[in-house]
């Protein structure tokens, strides 16, 4: 199975400040054929399911802020928001789906205001 | 707007069963991969299951094979949790999530339902 590892746990981030969430996974999630990261991230905000934000590892879901950007390939990823909101404030979590079953997750990321 | 339901959770005792649904609506609910993730309250999220489109292909975690059966009525647009020989380990909140084929992110979540195990 692939393992994602988030780093890091939690992170503070002053309101307007750049956010940056790492995502790694245990083996390469590239598929050759197609040149497709298969690497999501989503956003789960308390007491809500998550929700896609970006597929690909760096489309943007439709209706999702410019300010979410993702980017890596290969087994490094990021998931970026240039200038953080209060409505940010969430667990964000990285998901292959390159090598499945299992659709393996990573522990998460929680995200707070500093 | 894609619309998916959850019922059937609740408190059940250990070896106890559940049947869990999910209702589909807003989109053509048989061109679908459907999935069941687990999430313990405060904790990650956690694939279980996994339905084709035509429910000729279905896919469970190591922790749940052999207890759990997931199908589906695509003239109902549902789709359905079977869970037997539950355990404490099984208590979490279980989301219905809809993907475009096995090798597609989960678009769309339902609310979830929770599930407590326990005497």
């Known amino acids: 199975d692939i393992v994602m590892t988030q780093s890091p746990d939690s992170l503070a981030v002053s309101l307007g400040e750049r956010a940056t969430i790492n995502c790694k996974s245990s083996q390469s999630v590239l598929y050759s054929s197609n040149n497709k990261n298969y690497l999501a991230w989503y956003q789960q905000k308390p007491g809500q399911p998550p929700k896609l934000l970006i597929y690909?590892?760096?489309t943007r879901e439709s209706g999702v802020p410019d300010r979410f950007s993702g980017s890596g390939s290969g087994t490094d990823f990021t998931l970026t928001i240039s200038s953080l909101q209060a409505e940010d404030v969430a667990v964000y979590y990285c998901q292959q789906y390159y090598r499945t079953p299992p659709h393996t997750f990573g522990q998460g990321t929680k995200l707070e205001i500093k | 707007e894609v619309q998916l339901v959850e019922s059937g959770g609740g408190l059940v005792q250990p070896g106890g069963s559940l049947r869990l649904s999910c209702a589909a609506s807003g989109f053509t609910f048989r061109n679908y991969w459907m999935y069941w993730v687990r999430q313990v309250p405060g904790k990650g999220l956690v694939w279980v299951s996994r339905i084709n489109s035509d429910e000729s292909s279905t896919d469970y975690a190591d922790s749940v094979k052999g207890r759990f059966t997931i199908s589906r009525d695509n003239a109902k647009n549902t789709v359905y949790l079977q869970m037997n020989s539950l355990r404490a380990e099984d208590t979490a909140v279980y989301y219905c999530v809809r993907g475009a084929g096995g090798r597609w992110p989960f678009d769309y979540w339902g609310q979830g339902t929770l599930v407590t195990v326990s005497s």
């Open positions: 690909w590892a760096s």
